[in-house]
T-cell receptor
Framework: EAQVTQNPRYLITVTGKKLTVTCSQN?????MSWYRQDPGLGLRQIYY???????DKGDVPEGYKVSRKEKRNFPLILESPSPNQTSLYFC????????????FGPGTRLTVL | GENVEQHPSTLSVQEGDSAVIKCTYS??????FPWYKQELGKRPQLIID?????GEKKDQRIAVTLNKTAKHFSLHITETQPEDSAVYFC???????????FGAGTRLTVKP
């Protein structure tokens, strides 16, 4: 089954404790992206990657890191989480050419105390 | 960069009525305009999209119209049903997804 998976789905952590949210897709998509969703603000892009070893900042990259060592995986790293990073996070992937439909993962609800 | 504004933020209609959600964008080079539906607790899913070489696209009860001159596009849902209740997001981008910008979302409620 073609899909985007994220882990964990829910996470409660404390300020300053490093964490990683994993994202994996099995559709051979070149493009992968991370968004955060906050009430009234829609989906804001954090980082994106157009291929292996190619990453770039989105609109709200501060406090986040990413890596793209393999085509299928695109982890999101919070080196020192803060309460303002409490949010719902979505990973998405798509092809770069042809139809641009983005497929979203199930989301990760993160709470930073 | 691109800026997408979406209205209204909430919309309540009676079952069977039509619903219209409108979006405006700022980047005249944008040429891909998808609409996503997000049900409560679920992930956003594409319901319809349109490219700039087309003015209108229809898929059963949903349709999207695009006015490139005015830089606005709209989602139309006819004969609404309770299962249409969700948050709808519009988005705009150029050829690549790296510059896709989403609207803030419209919470649609269809009352039985």
């Amino acid at each position: 089954e073609a899909q985007v998976t994220q882990n964990p789905r829910y996470l409660i952590t404390v300020t300053g404790k490093k964490l990683t949210v994993t994202c994996s897709q099995n559709m051979n998509h070149e493009y992968m992206s991370w968004y955060r969703q906050d009430p009234g603000l829609g989906l804001r892009q954090i980082y994106y990657s157009m291929n292996v070893e190619v990453t770039d900042k989105g609109d709200v990259p501060e406090g986040y890191k990413v890596s793209r060592k393999e085509k299928r995986n695109f982890p999101l790293i919070l080196e020192s989480p803060s309460p303002n990073q409490t949010s719902l996070y979505f990973c998405a992937s798509s092809f770069l050419t042809g139809r641009n439909e983005q497929f979203f993962g199930p989301g990760t609800r993160l709470t930073v105390l | 960069g691109e800026n997408v504004e979406q209205h209204p933020s909430t919309l309540s209609v009676q079952e069977g009525d039509s619903a219209v959600i409108k979006c405006t964008y700022s980047d005249s080079a944008s040429n891909y305009f998808p609409w996503y539906k997000q049900e409560l607790g679920k992930r956003p899913q594409l319901i319809i999209d349109i490219r700039s070489n087309v003015g209108e696209k229809k898929d059963q009860r949903i349709a999207v119209t695009l006015n490139k001159t005015a830089k606005h596009f709209s989602l139309h849902i006819t004969e609404t049903q309770p299962e249409d209740s969700a948050v709808y997001f519009c988005a705009a981008s150029r050829n690549n997804n790296n510059d896709m910008r989403f609207g803030a979302g419209t919470r649609l409620t269809v009352k039985p």
